[in-house]
């Protein structure tokens, strides 16, 4: 659970979790402050204390989200690990589910997708197109076997996601992308699955800057994408 400036939530969030987890015995809560200057972490260590299994690690400044998620990543332990957003605009009821078709579809890692969900207003429309615009270009660019790379939750054998971890080098929105993109080139077995969003979840306004650096960062993936294809053929 990556967490950042989440003071007034995370200490709720991880208790429910927690719950939830009750159905899978012998699992494990890794929270990762990423350098917030609230009190996420103390929160979130108050959390620890009164929970079973929970690890909170912290970054001295933030770098990112996906920095976040290489770090929880890299110290988890259990042979399959569930990456999911500390706010919990994605529910966490879903998890024992989701491991579950994990097992059942043989599968090394599994998406989430929330587009639907994005639907009837719940997402402005600008958000929306952008994220189809954005869908469409990796489809084309990458020919992933998913529709979707960017939901907060996604479920992946810790076999294969310690072993494209290090070698991420986005640790900022591309992230998710630069993830996925690794694993199938890895020979990771993929899948995807429809997954629900909290009611009353919304999304913050993509910043000019954001955009600009989520294209940079795409584009540096395609082309590490493309210089391993050539690399693969000699």
């Known amino acids: 659970m990556p967490a950042y400036q989440l003071g007034s939530s995370i200490h709720h969030n991880i208790l429910e979790v927690a719950s939830v987890l009750e159905a899978l015995p012998g699992s494990e809560i890794i929270v990762v402050d ?12 108050k959390a620890a204390g009164e929970a079973a299994a929970v690890r909170v690690l912290r970054h001295d400044t933030n770098l990112g989200k996906g920095g976040a998620l290489r770090t929880g990543g890299l110290a988890a332990e259990r042979p399959v690990v569930v990456l999911l957003d500390g706010d919990l605009d994605l529910p966490p009821d879903q998890i024992p589910d989701l491991v579950e078709t994990l097992s059942e579809r043989d599968l090394d890692v599994l998406v989430g997708t929330k587009r639907y969900g994005m639907s ?3 997402y402005p429309w600008k958000r929306r197109l952008l994220s189809g615009v954005f869908r469409l270009v990796i489809r084309i660019l990458f020919r992933l076997q998913v529709s979707e790379t960017q939901t907060g939750l996604k479920l992946f054998r810790r076999d294969v996601l310690q072993a494209v971890l290090p070698d991420l080098t986005v640790t900022r929105y591309a992230f998710d992308l630069e993830l ?38 795409t584009f540096k993936i395609f082309w590490w994408s493309l210089r391993s294809r050539d690399a693969s053929r000699e």
Do not use: C, H, N
């Open 34 to 45: 990423d350098g917030s200057t609230d009190d996420t972490f103390a929160q979130a260590t």
């Open 120 to 122: 009837g207003g719940r």
């Open 180 to 217: 996925l993109v690794r694993a199938d080139r890895y020979g990771a077995r993929i899948g995807e699955v429809p997954v629900a969003l909290r009611v009353g979840a919304s999304s913050a306004p993509l910043s000019m800057s954001t955009l600009w650096e989520m294209g940079r960062d």
